[in-house]
């Protein structure tokens, strides 16, 4: 493959988003990773208040609650699984589960816990999708791959765990199994999508596709949850993911905002992707 070749698969400059990619592990690292801490234990504690528990709730809590589910480990739910995304994803990640989606979340999640299943399903969705995603980079399958890029997927995935486990964390606390599947509603979608990825600015596609479903979805969710603490969670969460889809443009050599195919704005933050 010829370097002109391989440079037209990525629009931007390996400096500049490993620049990004470091900005954002800082930025989740001082601000939104305290902040998501600080929203579990509120939501935890005060949801435990309202059930009479009074017991409070740190971190190592947190950890031990969240220990057992591992978001990267997400078995994929759908009827008929595209090969392509099953090929791509290794040992456990490869498990298939088949689901009913219109009995998600399952009975027994309403209010805020019926959120929170949401949530982790979506972002179980996208670890899977960027496990799958750097698995067949690695084997050869999307053409020369920048490190800079493998590097922000790596990144991201990471983050998506994490905010995959401070969800179950919740589930956990208040005696709910967890979330360990990914979105019914999405993931033939995203099956469909992967099977056409053969690049990286398709493989940006198909992220984009995850993170502005993820952030509409928080977005749109927000405004029904009924705690402050969960509202925090919730709003802990949400910026994270429109940091990645600002990455993400930039990655495919587009400007935030103007997305459409004829070219016109249409809102960065629209809520019409919602799960």
Known sequence: MSKRTEKAQFAGSEGELKAMTRELTELHNDVSEPSMWAGISNMIDSMRGAEGSGRSTSRRTFLLGAGAAVAGGAALMAVGATPGLAAAATRSESRLHLADAAMFPPAGYTGDLAVAAVAASLENLAVFAYNAGLTAATAGKLGAVPPAVATFATTAKAQHTQHAAAWNAVLAQHGKAKITETNPTLTPTVQAAFAKVTDVTGLAQLALMLESAAAATYQAETSKLKSTSAIGLSASI?????????????????????QTTAGTPIAFSSTALAA
Do not use: D, F, K, R
């Open 238 to 258: 949400e910026p994270v993911e429109m940091q990645h889809i600002a990455i993400l443009y930039y990655v495919m050599g587009m400007y935030p905002g103007s």
